[in-house]
């Protein structure tokens, strides 16, 4: 079965500064990744995911994910983070079955802060 | 704009008292899932459909089950709420094709009093 580790329950970053946000997954196969961002009482808005190809993806709001096989990682990163950033962000790995239609694994998620 | 909806966005119960979640999507996607997501927690798979084919995922309890009418609408019941049925309840969509995106709903909170 496939699992989500992300090893950072918390980070606080100042604002305008850079952030990197990790996750590693274990999967038996070629996985597909996910990122994505909740606001308080929201639900969870897709911020890139990663299928296939180019391992470095672009995704909303001026974030990226590099997906490295070889340290089963696909961290998140951002070059310069705004107070707006500041949510609880969840990477995700979907499973690569034959029905097409399965549940996503969730890590337990990174509460970002961002200072003044 | 499509979109998934869920009503209502929050849901206070008591004890033992059957409630019911919705879910609704403009999207026409085959896959409507149901998550659980307790409180400082990620999000855990409860079941989906997969048009009019439901899918239990092993750990779910029977406390919980679900409808789904037609391709829009999908309900979450609950049948006799305990504390610990105290959560957000996420809905999600997605194509019925590997390695599609899903899309969620803003979620029910749920309190049980």
């Known amino acids: 079965a496939q699992s989500v580790t992300q090893p950072d329950i918390h980070i606080t970053v100042s604002e305008g500064a850079s952030l990197e946000l990790r996750c590693n997954y274990s999967y038996g196969a070629t996985p597909y990744l996910f990122w994505y961002v909740q606001s308080p009482g929201q639900g969870l808005q897709l911020l890139l995911k990663?299928?296939?190809?180019?391992?470095l993806v672009q995704g909303i709001k001026g974030f990226e994910a590099e997906f490295k096989r070889s340290q089963s990682s696909f961290n998140l990163r951002k070059p310069s983070v705004h107070w707006s950033d500041a949510a609880e962000y969840f990477c995700a790995v979907g499973a690569e079955s034959g029905g097409g239609a399965d549940g996503l694994t969730f890590g337990k998620g990174t509460h970002l802060i961002i200072q003044p | 704009d499509a979109m998934v909806i869920q009503n209502p966005r929050y849901q206070v119960t008591q004890f033992g008292k059957p409630v019911t979640l919705s879910c609704s999507q403009t999207l026409n996607h085959n896959v409507m899932y149901w998550y659980q997501q307790k409180s400082s927690q990620a999000p855990k798979l409860l079941f989906h459909y997969y048009d009019k084919d439901f899918n239990n995922e092993a750990d779910t309890p029977d406390n919980f089950q679900s409808r789904r009418p037609n391709t829009s609408f999908c309900f979450l019941d609950i049948r006799s709420p305990g504390l610990g049925d105290a959560a957000m309840y996420l809905c999600?969509?997605?194509?019925?094709?590997?390695?599609?995106?899903?899309?969620f709903g803003p979620g029910t909170r749920l309190l049980v009093l």
């Open positions: 990663y299928f296939s190809g180019d391992t």
């Open positions: 999600a969509t997605s194509r019925a094709q590997l390695r599609e995106t899903q899309y």
